[in-house]
């Protein structure tokens, strides 16, 4: 599908220099003396590095087909991390590498991750915004400690450390934006 420079805006797909970009910014610019433009910051969505572009108006661009599924988090078989397609209930082992360690933090079974397909082949995973998981070690609470006081380290059934509030101690299930990595509630 084709679409021209005219038609960016934030969150749009494309394919450029053969790999699936995406808007982050755009600015449509019209000087005084010559041919207008579009200044455009762009996300690639299989290294996630970002860069500036400069297109003429109107310039037909590529539109990425981008498949997105819901699929399921299995179990862990050496380097390979198993996932269900909830639609057709077919597997895929996706190696540990591919994850990246935003996805890696928050990997746990039952949960639903967003998976990115383009062409075909699989881009990026997305781990859901918010999750619960249990601490698995802190410092124990103090009496006296109050829900506006200070944060300290914790580390969750995942791996992943966060900051706490004082008064949440081992054994307690927390929700945490993935996001921020950051505390949002006792769950």
């Known amino acids: 599908m084709s679409i021209t420079s005219n038609d960016l805006r934030p969150g749009i797909a494309i394919v450029f220099d053969n790999d699936p970009w995406q808007v982050v910014e ?9 041919a207008a433009f579009v200044r455009s910051k762009l996300k690639n969505m299989r290294t996630g590095s970002v860069r500036e572009n400069t297109f003429r108006a109107g310039e037909k661009l590529e539109k990425a087909d981008i498949e997105k599924k819901a699929m399921q988090y299995l ?3 050496g380097d390979q991390y ?5 639609e057709s209930f077919e597997q895929l082992p996706v190696h540990k590498d591919t994850l990246g360690d935003r996805v890696l933090k928050y990997m746990k079974e039952g949960l639903e991750y967003d998976m990115l397909f383009f062409n075909g082949a699989l881009i990026t995973i997305d781990p ?3 999750v619960v998981v249990e601490i698995t070690e802190t410092d124990p609470g103090v009496r006296g400690d109050t829900a506006t006081g200070g944060t300290k380290p914790a ?7 966060v900051q706490v509030p004082l008064f949440v101690n081992q054994g307690d299930k927390i929700r945490i934006d993935t996001r ?7 769950a």
Do not use: I
């Not at 198993?82 to 909830?86: A, G, L, P």
């Not at 921020?180 to 006792?186: A, F, G, N, P, V």
């Open 82 to 86: 198993n996932f269900m397609d909830n």
């Open 128 to 130: 859901p915004n918010f």
């Open 75 to 77: 179990f862990l078989d």
């Open 155 to 161: 580390t969750v059934e995942t791996g992943a450390t």
């Open 26 to 34: 755009f600015q449509h610019v019209k000087p005084g003396k010559g």
């Open 180 to 186: 921020t990595d950051s505390y949002l509630e006792r």
